[in-house]
Every structure is written in C-alpha cells, then in structure tokens.
C-alpha cells in the first residue's frame, strides 16, 4: 500500500491509525533517509497505542521502551550498531518476540536479527515537495500482516 502525505502531521496521523491497529508481538521497520520523518512516524504509533510520553528517537540510548493503554512500545534505533557483538548484548529476540510492539529505525544494521515476518513502513522524500512523504507499507514473510495492512487500507481509507 502506498500513501502520500503532505506534513509531517498526516503523518504521525497516519502512524496513530497504525498504532491502533497493533497488537503485541507486532514487529515494524520503519526505513527511510535521515529527516525522512521515522521517529515521525512513530511518534504517531506511540499516540495511537495511549503513549502521552514524548516520543524521541533513541539514536544514543539505542532502545527506548515506553507503556502504552495495554502493552509496551519498544523504540529501537540501529544507527550506531556496529559489529555482531554489540548487536548480540541488546538481546533483541526480548523484544521481538515479547509482550509489545517494536518498531526499528535503521533495521539494515540488524537484518541478520529480525524476526523472519515483519511489517515495513518506507518513508520517502519527495524533492518537489519538501513537506510531502511516499510512505509504503507492506509485509516481509509469510503474510502474517496480510488482514492488517488490509485494516489500515480500510480504516484511512487508502
């Protein structure tokens, strides 16, 4: 599925959608060049699962865990990961196959460690249109995200 929206507004609207749909054990990777508007886009997310937290991108920290109304958001930024070691110590099979939902910024620093379903979420810049993003969303795996991308098809009515 792809949507194009035009602030960085519709697009944390569109993240909220999303993070309604969620469901623990739901795992997302979000991609897209630097000032693309991930920690954007998941700011909305956390908003859609009851999160009244200021969202921020955990580039530093690399995990930011956050409760929402019924289960944890867990915010990961591979940006600085470097080397299988480092990658090994966050024990991120915890979060991937835990009690919330993950989203992961910068998941190409970690693709040997993702879960083998995954739904992804690619922001793009438009250079005409400084504001405006192509976002796609759809499903790494065995289809196990299939009825979700075809909720939030029907709910924002993409």
């Known amino acids: 599925m792809e949507i194009l929206v035009k602030s ?10 999303l993070g309604q749909l969620l469901q623990p054990g739901d795992v997302l990777v979000v991609s897209g060049e630097l000032g693309a508007g991930k920690t954007t886009f998941v700011q909305g997310i956390a908003a ?14 690399i995990i930011h865990e956050y409760q929402g109304d019924e289960y944890p958001l867990y915010h990961i930024d591979a940006y600085r990961l470097e080397g ?9 099979e915890d979060y991937f196959y835990g009690d919330g939902v993950t989203a992961v ?5 970690i693709e040997g460690q993702l879960p083998p ?12 249109h400084p504001d405006h993003r192509r ?13 979700l ?10």
């Not at 299988?84 to 991120?92: K, S």
């Not at 910024?105 to 620093?109: D, L, Q, R």
């Not at 379903?117 to 005409?128: I, R």
């Open 8 to 17: 960085s507004a519709e697009t944390q609207q569109l993240g909220r959608t």
């Open 48 to 61: 859609g699962m009851g999160i009244e937290a200021q969202v921020t991108s955990p580039t530093f920290t």
């Open 84 to 92: 299988a070691a480092e990658i090994d110590e966050l024990g991120l």
């Open 105 to 109: 910024e910068w998941a190409e620093k």
């Open 117 to 128: 379903d995954y739904l992804y979420v690619k922001l793009e810049k438009m250079p005409a």
């Open 135 to 147: 976002i796609r969303i759809g499903e790494e795996g065995s289809g196990t995200y299939a009825g």
């Open 149 to 158: 991308i075809e909720e939030l098809r029907q709910v924002c009515r993409c």
